[in-house]
């Protein structure tokens, strides 16, 4: 599970490629991807750094479809699987990856809340419908804050 996870970080950024400003063609953004994985996690040693193809195999291995190449569609592999009726292998390889995520965020928090009187955390909208109602068990209620103003 834990190699699939990694597999996810590919796709993330194959997606932020895809889907950017100036998006990248399908096989340029795939590359990217993959460099740009292995670049902020190196392999260990002994173990082989995949090639596009490698990852299109294992893509297609693990969902029974072809890698998409429209951000839209990639989208979906970022849906959490609960909204999904079928969903696809690489959203519960991602729902785990956001479970770790959270869990380890809930941990930081915790630990700055033994530390300091007042511990402030801020999270985006989509993360934040996932995590809040822990966030309000453990913590004060949470509050929206409005940075429009702040950020011209």
Sequence with gaps: ???????????????????GPN????????????RETYRRHPVAGGEK?????DFRKWYKKVNGL?????????????????FTPEPRATQKMADYQDLLRNESLLLAIRLAAKRHPVVG?????????KIGP???KHLQP???????????
Excluded at 1 to 19: K, P, R
Excluded at 24 to 34: M, T
Excluded at 66 to 81: A, R
Excluded at 121 to 129: C, D, E, K, N, Q
């Design 49 to 53: 750094e995949l090639g596009s193809a």
């Design 66 to 82: 072809d890698l998409p190449t429209t951000p839209e569609e990639l989208f979906k592999d970022f849906t959490p699987s609960e």
């Design 134 to 136: 822990t966030l309000e």
């Design 142 to 152: 949470v509050t929206n804050v409005d940075l429009t103003d702040a950020c011209q």
């Design 1 to 19: 599970m834990e190699q699939d996870c990694f597999h996810v970080d590919f796709l993330h950024n194959y997606m932020t490629g895809l889907s």
């Design 121 to 129: 955390v801020v999270y985006g909208s989509g993360h934040l419908a």
């Design 23 to 34: 998006g990248s063609a399908p096989e340029r953004a795939l590359e990217s991807a993959i």
